[in-house]
């Protein structure tokens, strides 16, 4: 089963300096059809306005998978870290036992970003942060894991959950695929382009929730750059 999530359809808010778009409930936006998709609560495209961004708040007991699109994002946080990821990469923070963090757009043009958050598989634990470069020309035609709870993704970054959080870059006329674990929820969203998900149409930004599909097959109708979501 795969239900199309168009991108004029999602809930969101424009607040000047910031222009989210929610697929799942979040902050004013309600939607009680659209709580989550299996242990995956959030998934928000945002723009982030030049020199501007989220001051320091808390959070606990969430993974939260930022992939940045466009620009850079700047992360500093409770525990004294801090890193700039630029487009095409990925950070993660274990908000675990509780920690501040702020995000930050430092560069001169609007950032946009997807930020994922996805319920851990336990809680209380010692919260962390990482980032890591995923160059698209290693993931080009094909799904590479970005970050991942299992320990045999050794080159993903971890992630306190059950789940996959995997990209692709796909030229048009190119297809790939990725097979998805009986009885998982994926949520796919493709971040440019115009993609066809088991012979569904998807324009660039448009949510795909995914379950009972044993293979998902991707094929560009446009060049495409994909974000999937793979949780049990």
């Given amino acids: 089963?795969?239900?199309?999530?168009?991108?004029?359809?999602?809930?969101?808010?424009?607040?000047?300096?910031?222009?989210?778009?929610?697929?799942?409930?979040?902050?004013?936006?309600?939607?009680?059809?659209?709580?989550?998709?299996?242990?995956?609560?959030?998934?928000?495209?945002?723009?982030?306005?030049?020199?501007?961004?989220?001051?320091?708040?808390?959070?606990?007991?969430?993974e939260i998978v930022t992939y940045v699109r466009t620009g850079a994002i700047t992360h500093q946080d409770s525990l004294g870290n801090m890193g700039r990821t630029e487009a095409g990469d990925v950070q993660v923070m274990s908000a675990g036992s509780g920690v501040r963090h702020s995000e930050y757009n430092r560069e001169t043009d609007a950032t946009t970003i997807f930020q994922i958050w996805i319920e851990p598989k336990t809680r209380g634990a010692a919260p962390s942060w990482g980032a890591k470069p995923f160059p698209k020309g290693e993931r080009s035609g094909k799904f590479v894991t970005l970050a991942s709870g299992f320990a045999d993704d050794g080159d993903a970054l971890p992630i306190r959950t059950d789940a996959r959080v995997v990209g692709a870059t796909i030229k048009a006329g190119e297809t790939a695929e990725y097979a998805l674990g009986a009885g998982h929820h994926a949520y796919l969203v493709p971040a440019t382009g115009r993609i066809d998900v088991n012979g569904v149409a998807l324009d660039a930004r448009d949510g795909a929730a995914i379950v009972d599909e044993r293979v998902i097959r991707v094929t560009a109708t446009e060049d495409a750059e994909i974000v999937l979501v793979d949780a049990a």
């Fill in 1 to 62: 089963m795969i239900e199309r999530r168009p991108f004029a359809t999602l809930g969101g808010a424009d607040h000047g300096w910031l222009d989210a778009k929610h697929h799942f409930s979040f902050a004013s936006y309600y939607d009680p059809k659209r709580m989550g998709w299996g242990p995956i609560r959030v998934w928000n495209d945002d723009t982030i306005a030049a020199g501007t961004g989220f001051p320091p708040h808390p959070h606990a007991d969430m």
